[in-house]
């Protein structure tokens, strides 16, 4: 059974600085890792993927993977109000290559 | 552009009532289709797959069942929902590796 797991939060962060999410994985043969952003009620939309170890910059965004710690993180810079959401983490490798979730990091910028 | 859509937005049904979701794809063909269900307090769950017309492929045991008529469009039903049934739940096309989502449905079963 394939598990990711992430933590729960609240994290909270200070407008302006940089917000750290992370996620750890159990199957080391995991390829691909997703990280989507949710906002209450809404439906998850992607906001970078990552395939090999090391970083991975998107804008203000910078996923981050370790595939021999199993560890994924995404840092999100000069962080907004608007930033303020659940983030899940997913990799693949469920069937037809389905994602697995975390339970999400729910974040919140404070103005 | 592809585009997802999902129907109805919003659903509350009995115990013991059918359930038809709706989700159709549009501006791409053949794509792998999948349903999720998030519940209250847990994560995204993978219930369904689809890799083609007819194709369909369950992740879990459980009260529902999924259907793909149609290239771009794929149905989840149940006969009889349970309580356990609530939940928000989301359709999702596969691009080249990524997954994008539908808007979603919220069932609530009372």
């Known amino acids: 059974q394939k598990e990711v797991e992430q933590n729960s939060g609240p994290l909270s962060v200070p407008e302006g600085a940089i917000a750290s999410l992370n996620c750890t994985y159990s199957?080391?043969?995991?390829?691909?890792f997703f990280w989507y952003r949710q906002y209450s009620g809404k439906s998850p939309e992607l906001i970078m993927f990552i395939y090999s170890n090391g970083d991975k910059e998107d804008g203000r965004f910078t996923a981050q993977l370790n595939k021999a710690s199993q560890y994924v993180s995404l840092l999100i810079r000069d962080s907004q109000p608007s930033d303020s959401a659940t983030y899940l983490c997913?990799?693949?490798?469920?069937?037809?290559?389905?994602?697995?979730f975390g339970k999400g990091t729910h974040l919140i910028i404070q103005p | 552009s592809q585009t997802i859509h999902q129907w109805p937005a919003t659903l509350v049904q009995p115990v013991g009532s059918p359930l038809s979701l709706e989700c159709t794809v549009e501006?791409?063909?053949?794509?792998?289709l999948y349903w999720y269900r998030q519940a209250a307090g847990r994560g995204l769950q993978l219930l369904f797959y689809s890799v083609g017309i007819g194709q369909i492929s369950s992740e879990v045991p459980q009260n529902l069942s999924a259907s793909r008529p149609q290239d771009r469009q794929f149905i989840l039903s149940s006969k009889k929902l349970l309580l356990s049934d609530s939940g928000f739940y989301l359709c999702?096309?596969?691009?080249?590796?990524?997954?994008?989502f539908g808007p979603g449905t919220r069932l609530t079963v009372l």
């Open positions: 997913a990799v693949n490798g469920g069937g037809a290559d389905g994602l697995t």
């Open positions: 999702a096309w596969k691009g080249f590796n990524e997954q994008f």
């Open positions: 501006g791409t063909s053949n794509p792998n």
């Open positions: 199957d080391r043969g995991s390829q691909s």
